[in-house]
């Protein structure tokens, strides 16, 4: 909504530019005539030069977005020329003189025309005005549209290109009705919207250098990665919908199918994905006659990692009969947002089938899913025939993969043996009976259950205590540490977190510090080494290393499962810890 009234905004402020005055003499020259007969043709002939840009525009921002890490430059220096064009309107004047000129000769025949068919004449008035006033409108449409595209949302461009069209027309509308006063009021305020235009341009380059900088990482990831739903939505969806205990993923057990699935929907396709990788991108059309499973998944999400094992095994077993499994990586934090962190992970995992990167959730909004994990089923003929959301009832779901099979001409298809002795670390699946601990954030938007002393400072470095004495699933810090909105970073060492939990397994998203440097760590359990009970990231006697941005497990109970105090010590500045899960 913001982005629509600021296009539109744009549209109206447009008009006070100095890069306008080439434009009204057409306009009001038109002044005297009935406003239906030659006002109205003539705001959508400008309407339809507007449409031309937009479609430019996003078919140029579709294919950046596109190629995404190569493009990233492109876009930099084609938002950074739209700030320049901004902030020198003679530099604008030069790039659209081409526009200009062509507006200028559509004009000229357009008013020779004027005698014989007033409509047809104001609409190439108004054509011929759209190109005139190119330098004006220009960087603001090139400014707003290649943001469109670059988030993958057609629908939106074609909103944002109305609400600047339609403020653009309010302004030129109310000056042909109203006339002669407009006109001067309009003259007189052309320095006050031109020092407007001037600063956007600046606050323009300013940003186009903070993100060349990578200055941009920490704010626009997170912005990012709100916008899976919208701020608000998604704040409405955190409190509406309901969590699972553990992973990151809102959970929704799926009904039991019937012997004949229903249509649930039509395959939205992967338009939008920023990148690809293990494959081409691949569309809803070069997908027909296959059956589809979408997996949508983030790589330190514990609930989706814990899916992965039916997933390869049945992306290998029935591969041959048709099935395509493609995971969508939508990202929860702001570093599953680097393609190069989501393409180690993959490799680490064996994740060898497709996977759509979906940054911009534009995938993600069109299935207008809310879940990690999330899978949705697919027929050969393009139908949405099934979905799960979270873990478990693997059984069934392979069962719909054999029945759409057998729909597609494959009714012979292999058994797929249930994977459950190879699978070990992570991948394994929870121990639902023993588990009484939930899924905690440890930064300050979604933190719960924070004992230290004082309570959470946000944003700034402080020295917090945390009594040893907690209730289950308190928690709280010991050291110099800094609690931001997605995780808190140690700014000293010897810097420690302690939670009172109960579960089989511990895990804990963390990353080095922000140079990269390890960080080394020691976990005890109760005040002890954890020996036998040691997750697959740390050795016997609680040592471990934090090297990459990741779920670490740090505990997995071999004995009787009881209420426990974890600690961790970490000897090293810079760590961040974003998330505790359990299993």
Not at 361 to 390: C, E, L, Q, S, T
Not at 433 to 439: I, L, N
Not at 504 to 532: E, M, Q
């Amino acid at each position: 909504m913001l982005l629509l009234v600021l296009s539109f905004l744009g549209g109206v402020l447009t008009i006070l530019s100095p890069c306008i005055l080439p434009v009204l003499p057409f306009v009001f020259a038109r002044a005297d005539q009935p406003f239906v007969r030659s006002g109205l043709p003539l705001l959508a002939g400008m309407g339809v030069t507007f449409a031309g840009v937009a479609t430019l525009a996003a078919v140029g921002g579709g294919w950046v977005a596109q190629a995404n890490e190569y493009g990233r430059w492109l876009a930099i220096i084609l938002l950074a020329a739209f700030g320049l064009t901004l902030l020198l309107p003679r530099l604008a004047e030069r790039l659209m003189h081409p526009l200009v000129g062509a507006g200028s000769r559509l004009s000229n025949f357009a008013q020779s025309e004027g005698g014989t068919n007033s409509v047809s004449s104001s609409f190439l008035l108004g054509i011929a005005t759209g190109l005139v006033w190119a330098p004006c409108a220009g960087p603001i449409l090139g400014l707003v549209l290649t943001g469109a595209a670059l988030q993958g949302a057609s629908v939106g461009t074609t909103l944002l290109l109305l609400a600047y069209a339609l403020g653009a027309a309010t302004s030129l509308g109310i000056a042909l009705l109203i006339g002669g006063r407009v006109f001067a009021a309009m003259k007189r305020s052309l320095g006050v919207g031109e020092w407007i235009r001037r600063g956007i341009g600046v606050a323009m380059l300013v940003g186009v250098g903070a993100i060349a900088l990578g200055l941009d990482t920490g704010l626009l990831t997170r912005i990012s990665t709100i916008a899976a739903a919208g701020g608000l939505e998604q704040r409405l969806v955190d409190r509406l919908s309901p969590k699972h205990e553990s992973g990151g993923a809102m959970m929704m057990r799926a009904a039991d199918h019937p012997a004949t699935l229903p249509v649930e929907g039509r395959f939205p396709g992967l338009d939008g994905a920023v990148q690809w990788l293990n494959s081409p991108p691949l569309s809803a059309e070069a997908l027909r006659g296959k059956v589809v499973l979408v997996d949508f998944w983030t790589y330190s999400c514990i609930n989706c990692l814990r899916t992965l094992p039916y997933l390869k095994a049945w992306a290998e077993k029935y591969r041959d009969q048709g099935l395509v499994v493609i995971g969508v990586h939508a990202p929860e934090f702001a570093f599953e947002r680097n393609i190069d962190n989501v393409r180690k992970a993959a490799h680490d995992l064996g994740v060898t089938y497709p996977i759509a990167i979906d940054n911009n959730y534009a995938i993600w909004r069109a299935f207008g899913n809310n879940y990690w994990p999330a899978h949705y089923f697919i027929d050969a003929k393009g139908n949405v025939r099934f979905h799960h959301f979270g873990e478990g009832e693997y059984e069934k779901s392979e069962a719909v993969i054999r029945q759409l099979l057998a729909e597609a001409g494959h009714p012979d298809v292999a058994e797929v043996a249930t994977p459950k002795a190879a699978v070990q670390g992570v991948e394994m699946a929870a121990d639902q009976g023993a588990m009484r601990s939930p899924e905690t954030y440890v930064g300050y938007a979604r933190a719960e259950n924070f004992v230290s002393a004082g309570g959470a400072k946000q944003n700034q470095a402080t020295d917090y205590r945390t009594s040893s004495d907690l209730a289950l699933n308190q928690w709280g810090l010991t050291g110099n540490w800094k609690i931001g909105k997605e995780e808190a970073t140690l700014g000293q060492a010897s810097g420690s977190i302690v939670y009172r939990f109960h579960a089989r397994d511990l895990h804990l998203v963390l990353g080095p510090s922000a140079d990269g440097k390890p960080v080394r760590f020691r976990v005890t359990i109760d005040g002890k080494a954890p020996g036998t009970s040691h997750g697959t990231d740390v050795a016997a006697d609680g040592g471990g290393t934090v090297t990459e941005q990741r779920l670490y497990q740090l505990v997995r109970q071999s004995g009787d499962v009881r209420d426990r105090t974890f600690a961790i010590e970490f000897l090293d500045p810079g760590v961040q810890a974003y998330a505790f899960t359990f299993g």
